[in-house]
């Protein structure tokens, strides 16, 4: 069974909004996280949130324009992303794990990934 699976990503113009939810099966995770990766390019750290949904962290280039938040009733990870520009191209994951960190390598599961394209 896959613990996590994004949705909500698609197409979309500079200067849109696009939501993508991450559905969280099985066990609970202290920390839950976004992270990117563009083509050529190395996964790279989005955001993350405690499962109280108390605490959060972005990446300086989305702060402003992105909101992470937690449902523990509905066992999902969202991430409100307004503002987009073409640099937020890239697919995007759902990563979880036991500390909020920005370091892909403290995440022990992953999703699928979701694609979400801006164009100009």
């Known amino acids: 069974q896959v613990p996590l699976v994004e949705s909500g990503g698609g197409l979309v113009q500079a200067g849109g909004s696009l939501r993508l939810s991450c559905a969280v099966s099985?066990?609970?995770?202290?920390?839950m996280a976004w992270f990117r990766q563009a083509p050529g390019k190395e996964r790279e750290f989005v955001a993350w949130?405690?499962?109280?949904?108390?605490?959060?962290y972005y990446l300086d280039s989305v702060k402003g324009r992105f909101t992470i938040s937690s449902d523990n009733a509905k066992k999902t990870v969202t991430l409100q992303m307004n503002s987009l520009k073409p640099e937020d191209t890239a697919v995007y994951y759902c990563a979880a794990g036991p500390i909020g960190s920005s370091t892909w390598r403290a995440y022990n599961f992953w999703g699928q990934g979701t694609q979400v394209t801006v164009s100009s």
């Open positions: 099985g066990r609970a995770f202290n920390y």
């Open positions: 949130v405690v499962r109280s949904g108390a605490n959060t």
